[in-house]
C-alpha cells in the first residue's frame, strides 16, 4: 500500500494529460467544501434528544457552532504543521491521510451524536476532519501550479472553486439525508454523517489517486519559460523554512487575512443582515436566498478572479479587491439608508466575489514570490491568515452589531459602523499589498541546494 | 523525485476521453448544487 502512496509512483509519463489533475483536486474539495455548509446540522443537532424541539440534555446552538471555528482553527495549523511533509511525500499521500481524516471525521462525530457526547463531535468533525480540511485544501496547489507554469491562477483557482462548490452540494445532500433517515425516535443527522463520511472518502480517495506530478523541469508544449525574473515573477525558489520569516510572507499573510475577515463576516452574517436592514422588505425565504445568491458568486469570483489575475498580474488583481473593496463596503449603509435592496444585493454580490478570489489568487501570488518548489508548504503556512480571519472577522461584526444596538443605534442602522470598520480593515490590506516586493537575491536557494532539495523528496 | 526522469517540453497529451470523463464525473454533483443553489437564490427575486 505504501509503495502506491509514494511520490515516485506518480510521476506522469510522457504524453500524460494535464487536464486530468483539476478534476482530481475538485473531488478533494468538492468534499472538504461542505465544511461551509455544516450549519445545516445545527438545528436538527439541537433537537438531537427532543427530536421535534429542544428537550433537557439536548445541545445548544452555540455548542454545535464551536465545531465550525474548531474545523477553521485546525485547518490553518494542519496545513502550516504538514504542509512540508505534504512536499516530500506528494500530494496522493496527503490526500489519502485527507480522506481518512475528513470520512473519518464523520464517522467518530456520527458515534458522537448516537450516544450524544459532544467531545466526540469536536474531535470528530472538529480537530481529525478539521486537518483533513487542512490537508486536502493544500494537498494539490503545488502540483497544480507546477503543472500549469502558464496558468497557475487560473489552475489553483479551478481547485478552490471546488471549496467554494462544495458546500452546494453539501447542504441539499444533508438535507435530503436527513429527511430520509428521520424517523419518530431520531432526526436522521449521525445516519446522514455516516453516509457523508463514506461518500467523501470514495470522492477524496478518487482525487488522491488521480493525482500525478510532473517530472522536473517539465514544460507545457509550446511555452518557454523566461529565464529572467520578469515583473514579480521569480524563477527561483525559496525555501520554506526562509519563506515565511520574509517581509513578503508577512504582507501576504495580512493581505489574505484582512480579505477574508471581511469577507468572512458579511458571509457568515448575511441572512439576519438583510433582513434586518429591510425589514419588512425581505423575507426568511428571500435571504436564504441572498445567502445562495452570494454562494454563486463566491464560486464565480474564485475562477473569475483566479483566470483575470494570470492576465492582469497578482498584485493589480489584489489592489482591484482592496480599492474596490473599499468603496462597496463603503457604499453599503447608503443602499440600506435609500431602501434599494437591489443596491444591496448587487453590492455584496461583487465584495462576494473578491472574498473568493482573494483564496483562489494567493497561491498563485506566493509562487510568483517565492518561486514554485515549495509553495504547497509555503501556502500551508500563509492559512493560519485564515484561521484568524475565520474567528476575527465573524467576531468583528457580531460585536460591533450589538455594541451598536445597545447604544440605541436602530436595528436596520446597526450594521453602518461595522461595514466603515470592514472598509478600514480593507486599507490596511491594501497599503500591505502595495508593500509587497520582490524578493532580494540572498533569499533564493542555489542551483546546488535546489538539486539537494530535490533529491530529498522535496 | 527521480533526478533522471525525462525533462523538457512534452508532446500534445492524447487521453482527452478520459479527460472528459473525469470532468463529468466532478461536474455532475457540481452542477447539481449549482442548481439547488439557484432555485433557492431565485427565492430573492419573488
Known amino acids: ?458 | 523525485m527521480q533526478p533522471n526522469e525525462p525533462t523538457g517540453s512534452q508532446p500534445e497529451p492524447g487521453n482527452w476521453g478520459l479527460v472528459a470523463l473525469a470532468w463529468i464525473a466532478v461536474g455532475i454533483p457540481l452542477g447539481w448544487g449549482v442548481f439547488m443553489t439557484f432555485k433557492k437564490a431565485v427565492l430573492l427575486f419573488h
Open chain 1, 1 to 458: 500500500m505504501s509503495g502506491l502512496l509514494d511520490k515516485e509512483r506518480i510521476v506522469a509519463k510522457p504524453g500524460f494529460n494535464r487536464w486530468l489533475v483539476p478534476p482530481a483536486a475538485l473531488a478533494i474539495h468538492l468534499s472538504i467544501g461542505q465544511a461551509y455548509a455544516y450549519s445545516v446540522f445545527k438545528l436538527p443537532l439541537t433537537r438531537a434528544l427532543g427530536i421535534t424541539e429542544s428537550g433537557p440534555g439536548d445541545w445548544t446552538q452555540t455548542q454545535i457552532a464551536l465545531v465550525f471555528t474548531i474545523f477553521i482553527v485546525f485547518l490553518g495549523l494542519s496545513a502550516a504543521v504538514f504542509g512540508r511533509w505534504l512536499e516530500r511525500v506528494g500530494p496522493r499521500k496527503a490526500g489519502v491521510a485527507a480522506a481518512f481524516c475528513w470520512g473519518g471525521g464523520y464517522l467518530i462525530s456520527a458515534i458522537g451524536v448516537r450516544t450524544h457526547q459532544l467531545w466526540l463531535l469536536y474531535l470528530g468533525n472538529g480537530v481529525i476532519g478539521g486537518c483533513g480540511l487542512g490537508l486536502g485544501y493544500i494537498s494539490p496547489v503545488s502540483t497544480l501550479i507546477k503543472w500549469f507554469p502558464d496558468r497557475r491562477g487560473m489552475a489553483t483557482g479551478l481547485a478552490i472553486m471546488g471549496f467554494g462548490g462544495g458546500a452546494m452540494i453539501g447542504a441539499p445532500l444533508a438535507d435530503i439525508l436527513m429527511k430520509h433517515y428521520a424517523t419518530p425516535t431520531s432526526v436522521g443527522v449521525w445516519e446522514t454523517f455516516v453516509t457523508m463520511g463514506l461518500i467523501y472518502f470514495v470522492a477524496m480517495m478518487c482525487g488522491a489517486f488521480g493525482y500525478r506530478i510532473p517530472p522536473n523541469d517539465w514544460k507545457p508544449a509550446g511555452w518557454t519559460p523566461s529565464t529572467t525574473n520578469v515583473g514579480m515573477v521569480t524563477r527561483r525558489h525559496v525555501h520554506v523554512d526562509v519563506a515565511w520569516k520574509t517581509v513578503p510572507f508577512i504582507l501576504l499573510w495580512l493581505v489574505l487575512c484582512t480579505n477574508v475577515s471581511a469577507g468572512i463576516g458579511v458571509l457568515e452574517q448575511a441572512s439576519p443582515m438583510i433582513q434586518e436592514v429591510f425589514k419588512d422588505k425581505v423575507s426568511a425565504s428571500a435571504a436564504a436566498g441572498f445567502v445562495g445568491l452570494l454562494s454563486l458568486f463566491n464560486i464565480g469570483g474564485r475562477i473569475g478572479w483566479a483566470s483575470l489575475s494570470d492576465k492582469i498580474g497578482r498584485k493589480p488583481t489584489y489592489f482591484i479587491f482592496f480599492a474596490l473593496g473599499i468603496v462597496l463596503y463603503s457604499l453599503v449603509p447608503h443602499a440600506g439608508r435609500i431602501g434599494s435592496v437591489a443596491l444591496f444585493v448587487a453590492i455584496f454580490c461583487v465584495i462576494i466575489t473578491m472574498y473568493g478570489g482573494g483564496f483562489a489568487t494567493i497561491p498563485a501570488y506566493l509562487s510568483d514570490i517565492f518561486g514554485t518548489q515549495f509553495v504547497g508548504a509555503i501556502h500551508g503556512r500563509l492559512l493560519t491568515a485564515w484561521s484568524t480571519a475565520g474567528v476575527v472577522g465573524p467576531l468583528l461584526v457580531n460585536e460591533i452589531r450589538q455594541h451598536q444596538v445597545d447604544r440605541g443605534v436602530p436595528v436596520a442602522e446597526a450594521y453602518n459602523t461595522t461595514m466603515y470598520v470592514l472598509a478600514g480593515l480593507l486599507m490596511i490590506g491594501f497599503i500591505c499589498n502595495l508593500l509587497v516586493r520582490p524578493l532580494p537575491d540572498r533569499y533564493f536557494m542555489s542551483d546546488e541546494e535546489l538539486a539537494r532539495e530535490r533529491r530529498r523528496g522535496h
